[in-house]
């Protein structure tokens, strides 16, 4: 059983955790100093059954309605990978999904390309600045040194998806796909990460902010720390546990 913070709801975190794919509980991964999943679980966790407690969220995104971990997105096919998401967040005029980076930016970057299958056309007219940047992904003609572009395009597709199918429980909202990030110092091993890593990866956010401006899906990049300091001025119970997050995950 992972050492979670105290005030969790770790009955619905814990099941949250079992459907999302990578396993993270059951291969230890979780518990390492470095888990992005534990930084956002914790962080997030507390909320679950309290979503009326978050503080109003930033961009004119409003209140929480409710709080839900590792969302699916499904795309409009039966069949295949569909994107899942950290956290989802239903405000009352808008469908927010949260992409949670600690470290993984300023490691070695993971292969991550798009099949086939993202070149139906299926994402509607508004989507013009996510699509060319999986076409230009897809010809190796742009990359970014320290981001995800394939994560968050497939994440930003799915979101559309989900504001668009029929029947669904969050048809009509305005989908958000927002990007949380960390900006350590260090390493959980102490190694230093390098400030030209930091300044990199903060240039390669505003290089996707201007290219996605004006899409469907709206881009909101907001670092840990600014997210912590969000609910820091919330109420008590709110504050002491963006107290007990940055006291357990250290500098963000």
Do not use: C
């Amino acid at each position: 059983m992972p050492e979670f913070l105290p005030d969790l709801p770790v009955d619905l975190i814990l099941a949250a955790l079992g459907q999302a794919p990578g396993n993270e509980l059951k291969t230890g991964k979780f518990d390492s100093p470095d888990s992005s999943s534990a930084l956002v679980a914790n962080g997030f966790g507390w909320f679950l059954n309290r979503a009326d407690m978050m503080p109003m969220l930033p961009s004119g995104l409003g209140n929480a309605k409710s709080v839900t971990l590792t969302a699916e997105m499904r795309y409009p096919w039966a069949g295949g990978k569909h994107p899942w998401l950290d956290v989802e967040i239903v405000t009352d005029r808008y469908l927010i999904g949260v992409v949670s980076t600690r470290f993984e930016p300023f490691r070695p970057a993971k292969k991550n390309e798009f099949s086939e299958n993202y070149d139906r056309k299926v994402w509607g007219e508004k989507m013009e600045g996510y699509t060319r940047l999986r076409r230009t992904h897809a010809n190796g003609a742009r990359r970014f040194a320290h981001l995800d572009d394939a994560q968050l395009v497939k994440s930003a597709y799915g979101l559309r998806s989900e504001v668009h199918r029929a029947e669904g429980k969050n048809r009509g909202l305005k989908p958000v796909l927002m990007y949380l990030y960390a900006e350590p110092e260090a390493f959980a091993s102490g190694r230093a990460v390098g400030q030209d890593k930091l300044d990199a990866h903060q240039a390669d956010i505003a290089m996707f902010s201007q290219a996605v401006e004006g899409d469907e899906v709206g881009f909101v990049p907001m670092a840990w720390s600014d997210m912590l300091a969000l609910w820091g001025r919330g109420k008590m119970p709110v504050a002491e546990h963006a107290a007990r997050v940055q006291e357990r995950f250290g500098p963000l």
